[in-house]
DNA sequence: GAGCACTGC
């Protein structure tokens, strides 16, 4: 059957895809039914009415600000007349476009020239020794007749197979040698940044030249390529937005997309795209490059594309399941203290929260299915808890390895934070290790300082063995090459989206064998290896095959929005064509979020403002976050926020000083209650600490990652820039000419309110405390890193957040406190009460009394904004403050006079 | 009272 249409099927009966898993041949699904949270919405918080008490003085300022000032509609300027479509400019023709016959004649001879000159070369020798070692060395000739005959091609080859390094040049060798140097253009996409600059270097290095002459690459901020570029290494993020510009991808002469098995969003959108764009470039040659274990299926989506298999090579690696550790090690597991007193495992399977694996295994009868292993052996596996991990036997399993294994490096598979640092501090209080300089134990996290550091990667000295305790990051983005020993506790933190409840979830589960698999190789880079499988071969068995991929397991409404840029038709028909399509109420809730912001209108066809935002490569709600902070005049802290939230977080996790860091950013959020004025504030303070030379210790009394805030940076240039292109900027000014209110935090959060909306949070008193709800989910928790965690009373009655996430509980990572001024101002649409002389936003959700007049007056107010912002939006170069003077003030003076909510 | 991982003209 079908996966999708069972996910579709077992989601409209209210249970989880994720809950499937193998059984022998068959798809098995438990019976774990989703929570449903809108259930008893209305009873727990439907009826709350705010009121607005608006003092009289107020109402006078405003009255008199709005009369005046009345904002036109300028019914002339219609939509179609600024942008009469997405007619952007097309790409400037290359120098190898514009070139004569003649000249490309040249170019090409100089080309082949160049190449055989550099064959000569001792290095260039030595590096094609090298080459030939490879196995795809040897499929050479066979692979550029492929490449010839057939217009797509499926490569599967395992990691060390050279595939990435050696096809892609392969090509641009023969096309140079048959002098069609000047006409080819060859780009080969990657997932990773890293990935992409560090496999140009590698094969600009094997053909004995420079990076950027005729190999190069290019990631977001960052390039190196010239007119010779010929072959170029990009991430598929960049080839995407290029598409936007040029949906023909005309002169690309061949295009690799590299790591398709990992099911990317990005590039399972791409493939997509690409299937359709094919008969429209039939001289394009399309290369996908996959590991071994799911190339048919790229295949059959290709009309049955051909594949090449290359072998890989990677030393043994050799396998030991939970059983035979045990055996081997004689740990034995503990019952869990509560369960102690004679209790059986069938017991534990209704205390613990459990999954279908985990309860597969709790079911087995230990003493039939292990009859080979020692009474020791099954003693412990009948004790042993598939729903939690035993980090004493993970410290066991490295003391083991320490003890009586030869030499190497050791890499610790974990979920996260938590089980590191616990297990860190295990390991440093036992004191197995004895004298501490014949170790080497490192935490490896993304969030963690420790990431940068280049112990992670050097081979450590003799007699001393490295011990790394990682995450996830392992797997794929950091290679240590020298690691021996792999433990696997056989799970990962994993993404899920429940549509829903319209909710990210970020959870624990078991990996797939593909990852499994990936875990594995990590111990044979440089000689044969071992891994330690701390779970039993049955729970191996019935892994499923791959993880889902990430289009089923996100949100979408960057996808949508980009399906709309590209005018690839309407967002469902065109979302059903991929190789598994998402859930369609995945699709519906993405659709209805563009309309509620307003990038999208009721035919679900894309209005002046969605048209801006597909400009910026950034998710809707903070590019119009962006577009607000310059239409509001306070673009400098904008720039900083929305870098940060499309980015990542600058604070950093260190593990031993964690209260420290967290007071520290509280210092930096001072009284606003704000988990982005204290990210905003850190980055100026940073700003100054780098101008005086003192950045070094600042990031690191702080907390703060420079790399991150070096990232942002960049990044804040880089929206200056596209601002100027759609003209709400001009590239001639400064931010600073930009930013009349960017030091007035009520109206930055307003943009923020503006910005995150529909992402609302009601706060309410509940006696010396305070609870929060939202209109999705109902009750959610302050994350406890936020500053605004443990707050018990807040000044604003709102919160606007940039991420909800379900881990242990429902949680509201980063928020910021906002009046009821900010949002019936900058919020979403407002709507006449229902019940009385109210008025309503987020259907009724949010509900505001006040007297007639008061009412009236917000109204008015927030239709001129209204139109004043219609007009900037469809006119960006329009200048709001002598147009909208009085609107804009008013608006001001109200955000400045809320009632303190306490 | 807790933080999988990537990425963008």
Redesign the pocket.
Known sequence: MDRTYLQTWLRDRGFTYSNAYNKGKTLVFSKVPLPDYRADLDERHGSTQKEIKMSNQTERRVEDLLSKSKVNTNDSASTSTIYSRQT?PS?PSSVVERATDIDKQKLSSQLRDLQNSRKTMASARSMQSFRQKLPAFNMREGFLKAVVANQVLVISGETGCGKTTQLPQFILEEEIDNLRGADCNIICTQ????S?ISVAARVAAERGEELGETVGY????ESKRSAQTRLLFC????L???L??EPDLVGVSHLLVDEIHER?M?EDFLIIILRDLLPRRPELRLVLMSATINAELFSKYFGDAPIMQIPGFTFPVAELFLEDVLEKTRYKVKFERDNAAGSSRRKRISSVKSDPLSDLFENIDIDKEYGNYSIATRQSLEAWCAAELDLSLVENTIEYICRYEAEGAILVFL????EI?KLLDKIKGNNFLGSSNRFLLLPL???MPT?NQREIFERSPVNMRKIVLA???AES??TIDDVVYVIDCGK????SYDALNKLAC?LPSWISKASAHQRRGRAGRVQPGFCYRLYPKVIHDAMPQFQLP?ILRTPLQ?LCL?IKSLQLGAVSSFLAKSLQPPDPLSVKNAIELLKTIGALDDMEELTSLGRHL??????PNIGKMLLMGSVFQCLDPVLTIAAAL???NPFV?PMDR??EA?AVKRSFAGDSCSDHIALLKAFIAWKEAKQSGRERSFCWENFLSPMTLKMMDDMRN?FFD?LSDIGFVTKTRTVKAYNHYGSDLEMVCAVLCAGLYPNVVQCKRRGKRTAFYTKDVGKV?I???SVN??VNQFPLPYLVYSEK?K???I?VRDSTNISDYALLLFGGPLSPSKTGEGIEMLGGYLHFSAPKRTIELIQRLRGELDKLLQRKIEEPALDMFSEGKGVVAAAVELLHSHNDYR
């Open positions: 952007l790409t997932p990773r940044r890293i992409a290019q990631i977001r901020l991430t598929t993020g960049v995407l937005r290029r936007v510009q990317g990005n979920t996260g934070w938590d640092s996290h993304g969030s990431v995450t996830n990051i983005s950091i990962a933190k994993e993404t970020l990430e960057e980009t597909c400009t910026l490569p950034l998710d499309a980015y990542r996790l964690k209260e967290d880089q596209l928790d994350h406890p890193s965690a443990f996430v881990t242990a509980s949680y």
